[in-house]
């Protein structure tokens, strides 16, 4: 009887020690890769060819996934609206779904999709070429010189993204409520305006910037931790993007919970 | 000095004992016992999966020992503080078995990353000092601007020879340094590996199982089988060592 039960509970027992491991694991390594960027040597231009690399190629998938999502969220607010004759709540449904919402988590989810998967990729080929070991013996910490730049490079950018996805998101809602939807389009701004407070700008900030650490930690740690040749860099991969979508969603959650709830 | 500004070298003395390491119930290292006095050219020999490797990365950082000591010029590179062992470490360099070239980086800022850690400073000087290295591998200064994805397989593994010695290093690590390369551009590393070593004045630590390598490389060869040193001696007692284990090993028989 007892026997029975400690199997029953064995596996999923098993399976939340080794996520609290594996929690543990990223937890130290987001830590040593934030002192170690505290440390000289610096690397500003790895800084900035990631800040290039990961904001300003970014930008138009961003940008286009604000686009259609702030003109769909209108169209959508539009019909359902109309079912209790609260059409005209358009333009302060949609900025509001999109500054706290929409533009952080759809962009933070776009730029993990693009850069998340990237960053694993090139870790996991570098570690089973030897070049993290090369590294290494080259009196470099890969610490200081992958790690840290990609991290700091995904938290001061992920929040300039996200603001320019909220600005883009507004103008699909405008676009397709003035033009399709017959919408005024002074008193749409001017709606947008007044409902638009300072709080959510900065949620939607502060949603972004922990986004950009999260999908960067979770791309370098799957990177720098893989193992086994080809097949090892494409599960690297796809645990990087996997990881790092799951982790933005839950921390939408906290982050939502604590400053709305 | 030697030519093209490389300072000569004092080397370096290496000591290892008792050195052990395991991977769950597989026993890779046993007891490993082995010595290099500074400036020798020390050639590990040894079957694949043998532990040859395992041994290298122990002995530079990259892999921590279960048990046992490994002393760098009498500094314990398991227990001494950070601070001197990177401080040894700097003094070492590594030709990885794949080159290990960073694909990001052309030739001469992968030659000169060891002086720079990556930085992109005193451009010209660097590249100037690339040259040279490149000069020294026996390849030509066009070679210096490009990405390692294009050149081949046998100029990679030059530059990356020219990348370990590059910071003057007192003890150097081979590994495999003729893997995957044809017989006459494994012949010119060899020698180019064995001029090096002997004109720089390093420590030269090796490990291959080809025995043509070998017995240009080396001063001392010593045979790793089943995580242990079975034979050790220099390399003109290798066809006479006595020990059938070594035999085998160097005539390639099956049994």
């Known amino acids: 009887m007892m026997e029975t039960l400690i199997q029953v509970f064995s596996r999923p027992g098993a399976a939340i020690i080794a996520l609290f491991a594996s929690i543990g694991r990223a937890s130290i390594f987001a830590a040593r890769a934030i002192w170690s960027a505290m440390r000289p040597p610096y690397y500003p231009i790895r800084l900035i060819e990631q800040l290039i690399s990961l904001g300003y190629f970014s930008l138009p998938v961003v940008g286009l996934t604000a686009l259609f999502t702030g003109a769909a969220l209108a169209q959508q607010i539009y019909v359902g609206g109309s079912r209790f004759n609260a059409e005209s709540t358009v333009p302060a449904v949609t900025v509001i779904a999109m500054v706290r919402e929409l533009a952080p988590v759809l962009g933070g989810l776009m730029v993990a999709g693009r850069v998340s998967s990237a960053m694993a990729a090139e870790l996991g080929t570098m570690r089973v070429t030897e070049q993290i070991d090369a590294l290494k013996t080259l009196r470099t910490d890969p610490f200081q010189f992958l790690i840290a730049p990609r991290l700091f490079a995904g938290t001061i950018v992920m929040p300039l993204l996200v603001l320019v996805a909220n600005a883009i998101g507004v103008l699909g809602g405008y676009i397709l409520a003035v033009y399709r939807l017959g919408f005024n389009g002074a008193n749409y701004l001017e709606t947008t305006r007044a409902y638009l407070e300072w709080d959510d700008i900065v949620s939607s900030m502060v949603k972004a910037g922990v986004f950009g650490f999260l999908l960067a930690l979770m791309g370098c740690y799957h990177g720098y931790h893989t193992e086994g040749g080809a097949a090892g860099v494409g599960r690297a991969t796809t645990n990087g993007v996997v990881s790092a979508f799951l982790m933005i969603l839950l921390a939408n959650l906290i982050i939502t919970v604590l400053v709305f709830g | ?255």
């Open chain 2, 1 to 255: 000095m030697v030519e093209d500004g490389q300072q000569r070298r004092k080397g370096a003395s290496i000591e290892i004992a008792g050195l052990r390491k395991s991977f769950g119930d597989k026993i890779v290292l046993d007891g490993v016992n082995l010595g290099a006095t500074p400036g020798e050219s020390l050639v590990i020999i040894g079957g694949s999966g043998t532990g040859k490797s395992v041994l290298l990365k122990c002995i530079l950082g990259l892999m921590p020992p279960d048990t046992g000591t490994i002393l760098i010029d009498d500094v314990d590179m398991t227990n001494a503080p950070r601070s001197e062992r990177e401080e040894v470490r700097d003094r070492c360099g590594m030709l990885f078995q794949g080159g290990a070239l960073f694909d990001s980086m052309n030739v001469w800022r992968n030659i000169t990353f060891a002086l720079t850690r990556g930085r992109q400073r005193k451009s010209k000087e660097m590249r100037r000092i690339a040259v040279a290295m490149l000069e020294k591998v026996g390849l030509e200064e066009r070679v210096a601007d490009l990405r390692p994805a294009e050149i081949s397989g046998g100029m990679q593994k030059r530059v990356a020879l020219a990348r370990a010695i590059a910071a003057n290093p007192d003890l150097i690590f081979f590994d495999e340094p003729t893997t995957g390369l044809d017989p006459i551009r494994a012949n010119t590393i060899n020698h180019l590996i064995r001029n090096l070593t002997t004109g720089i004045g390093a420590t030269a630590l090796t490990i291959t199982h080809d025995m043509e390598s070998a017995k240009i490389i080396a001063d001392r060869v010593a045979m790793l089988h089943e995580g242990r040193i079975i034979w050790s001696g220099p390399v003109d007692q290798l066809e006479n060592s006595g020990n059938p284990l070594v035999d085998q090993f160097v005539h390639g028989r099956a049994k």
